[in-house]
């Protein structure tokens, strides 16, 4: 299992970045895919997730702001993310489940500071 997050940056408050996530090594369209994010001194912590139907799910501080998605024929799965806040800085990770084990990608570092 491989996952490679992209996307990441500095922005301004209230700006917007697109994070993606490149899959390979397993049954991307069948498996839930997530984000997390790590801001300095604090614990990781859920962003969202979305299912193999496409049901969606996020932390509540970043409801009406990020957006998850995925295409399924390019294996990737995507955060949409406006309006941000300093408070969204982090280090943002994606990951999966497979064979009852956990896989992570190597995390994209945002930053929002004007």
């Known amino acids: 299992v491989q996952l490679q997050a992209s996307g990441g940056g500095l922005v301004q408050p209230g700006g917007s970045l697109r994070l993606s996530c490149a899959a390979a090594?397993?049954?991307?369209?069948?498996?839930?895919m997530r984000w997390y994010r790590q801001a300095p001194g604090k614990e990781r912590e859920f962003v969202a997730d979305?299912?193999?139907?496409?049901?969606?799910q996020y932390l509540d501080s970043v409801k009406g702001r990020f957006t998850i998605s995925r295409d399924n024929v390019k294996r990737t799965v995507y955060l949409q993310m406006n309006s941000l806040k300093a408070d969204d800085t982090a280090v943002y990770y994606c990951?999966?489940?497979?064979?009852?084990?956990?896989?992570w990608g190597q995390g994209t570092q945002v930053t929002v500071s004007s």
């Open positions: 990951k999966t489940e497979s064979r009852d084990r956990d896989f």
């Open positions: 090594g397993f049954n991307f369209r069948l498996n839930t």
């Open positions: 979305i299912t193999s139907g496409h049901s969606t």
